[in-house]
C-alpha cells in the first residue's frame, strides 16, 4: 500500500541539508510510523540524482514484540533499526545503553529517526529523550508528519494510521530546531509543538 500511494513532498528545503550524510534527528509522532518510510524514499530518490554521499538512516523501536514487528518493516525499506528507548521509565539500563548506541550513530555521519510519543504514549507528548539526544550530540531535530486519503485507523492507544493501496498522501517536513546544550529541556515544547504543527499541515494537505 505504502509504495502504490502517490506521495506529495512539502517542506523539501528543511529537509535538503540533511540529506547528503548530515547528521540529524528526525521526529514524528508514532500514529504515522508506517508511512515515514515513504519519506526516506523520497530523499534517497534525491540522493542518486545528485549523486550524493548518504548516511543510514537508523530507526528507533520497542524493544517488545510490536517494536520488533516495526523493525522488520522499516528494514524492508533500507532502514536500519535501534533497539531500546532514550527516556523510558523504570528502564535505566536499556535507555542508556540506546542513548550510546544513537550518540555513534549521528557522531558517524548518520541519521536517527525517533518518535518521541512511543513506545506507549501518551499521545502526542514528547519525552524528553528526543531533546536531550540532540542536545549532547549537537545535532537539530527535523520535525516531520505524513498522512494519507485512504486509510485505516487502528484502534491503538496512538490511533495508528495503516495506508490503504493507491491512494494520496503526503510528507510533510518543518524547520530543523536547534537544542542548545545548556537547558536542553526547555527546548522539548517547540519539538512537540512543531510535530503536531507538521500533522496538522500533513491533514490539511491531504483533504485539499
Not at 95 to 123: F, K, M, W
Request: hydrophobic share 45%; charged share 20%.
Amino acid at each position: 500500500a505504502l509504495r502504490s500511494t502517490r506521495w506529495t513532498l512539502h517542506g523539501a528545503d528543511a529537509l535538503g541539508p540533511y540529506l547528503h550524510a548530515t547528521p540529524a534527528i528526525f521526529a514524528f509522532w508514532h500514529e504515522v510510523l508506517p508511512l515515514m518510510p515513504a519519506l526516506w524514499t523520497h530523499a534517497l530518490h534525491s540522493r542518486a540524482a545528485a549523486k550524493a554521499p548518504r548516511g543510514r538512516m537508523h530507526v528507533l523501536v520497542s524493544r517488545h514484540q510490536d517494536g520488533r514487528l516495526i523493525g522488520r518493516m522499516m528494514q524492508g525499506f533500507g532502514l536500519d533499526t535501534v533497539h531500546g528507548s532514550t527516556a523510558k521509565r523504570g528502564d535505566q539500563k536499556g535507555g542508556a545503553s540506546s542513548l550510546r548506541a544513537l550518540l555513534a550513530i549521528l557522531a558517524s555521519g548518520g541519521q536517527v529517526v525517533i518518535t518521541p510519543d512511543g513506545p506507549r504514549g501518551p499521545r502526542r507528548q514528547a519525552a524528553p529523550g528526543v531533546a536531550h539526544l540532540a542536545a549532547l550530540a549537537d545535532v537539530p531535530v527535523i520535525p516531520c508528519a505524513a498522512q494519507v486519503r485512504r486509510r485505516r485507523i487502528l484502534p491503538t492507544w496512538d490511533r495508528m494510521v495503516l495506508p490503504l493501496p493507491w491512494g494520496r498522501g503526503v510528507l510533510v517536513c518543518r524547520p530543523p530546531v536547534q537544542v542548545p546544550r545548556r537547558n536542553w529541556d526547555a527546548a522539548l515544547a517547540a519539538i512537540a509543538a512543531s510535530m503536531t504543527e507538521a500533522a496538522t499541515q500533513a491533514d490539511a494537505l491531504c483533504k485539499a
